[in-house]
């Protein structure tokens, strides 16, 4: 069927208010900040997991993959495990300072 065939549009229209659907909602828990708001994130990516899902090239070549792992991670991350995706990697000199740190050292130099 011809992606422009009144079926497939009603599809992806259907499809694509579901989606906005889950994302609202998501946003709602997101906004009420639990576990930093880890459950909204998780929701949102999961409504985005399955709406790409609904596309058989997706589905076939498995391009929602990588955002169900991440998801399926958060979830790990949630029940206090962690995967390594999610395990910060150990780097040598400690954590690097932010760019405001680093401006005001800089700044405290030159009123030296």
């Given amino acids: 069927m011809p992606l422009g065939s009144p079926r497939i549009r009603l599809d992806l229209e259907d499809a694509f208010a579901s989606l906005l659907h889950e994302l609202r909602g998501a946003k709602l828990q997101f906004e009420k900040v639990d ?42 991350l949630s029940g206090g495990k962690s995967s ?15 760019k405001l740190y680093d401006s005001l050292k800089g700044l405290s130099v030159v009123t030296a």
């Fill in 35 to 76: 576990a930093g708001g880890r459950d909204g994130v998780i929701s949102a990516l999961t409504a985005v997991v399955e709406f790409l899902f609904r596309f058989e090239e997706v589905r076939d070549e498995g391009l929602h993959g990588s955002l169900a792992r991440l998801v399926d991670d958060l979830i790990t």
């Fill in 84 to 98: 390594p995706m999610l395990t910060p990697k150990r780097k040598s000199g400690g954590a690097k300072s932010s």
